[in-house]
């Protein structure tokens, strides 16, 4: 888990453009950009994906469900694209769970 990007930028030990931090989660700049706005919202208890979620996790979940749309509202986006990715064949590359906000101009269909 030391090892964990994610983790090692809740930690502060790389650097990241945070956009909004809390008790639970932690929400920043996508270093590769592939929407003018491309944030990131990892919670601070390291999970791998959407699968390792249990009971436990309830409440974590739903607070950061209810804390994306305020991040998007106050970065001005009217419009976004919500999106985690779960396993390598759907594009996960970092294995700590994270929600793509994706905005700021026109996206491509799913
Ligand atoms: P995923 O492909 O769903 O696992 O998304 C991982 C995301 O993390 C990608 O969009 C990367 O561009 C992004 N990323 C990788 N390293 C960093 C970093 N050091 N700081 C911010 N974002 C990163
Ligand atoms: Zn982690």
């Known amino acids: 888990m030391d090892e964990c990007i994610f983790c090692r930028i809740k930690r502060g030990d790389l650097p990241a453009t945070v956009v909004h931090e809390d008790d639970h989660c932690l929400a920043f ?3 590769f950009p592939r ?11 390291h999970l791998p994906d959407l699968n390792a979620l249990g009971e436990e996790d309830k409440a974590l979940v739903s607070h950061i469900m ?34 793509h906000i994706l905005g700021g101009g026109p996206l491509s269909p799913l």
């Open 29 to 31: 700049h996508d270093k």
């Open 35 to 45: 929407a003018p706005t491309h944030l990131l919202v990892i919670p601070k208890k």
């Open 66 to 99: 209810l804390t994306i749309p305020s991040i998007a509202r106050k970065q001005g986006l009217e419009a976004y694209r919500m999106a985690t990715n779960i396993g390598a064949a759907a594009g996960q590359a970092v294995f700590h769970l994270h929600f």
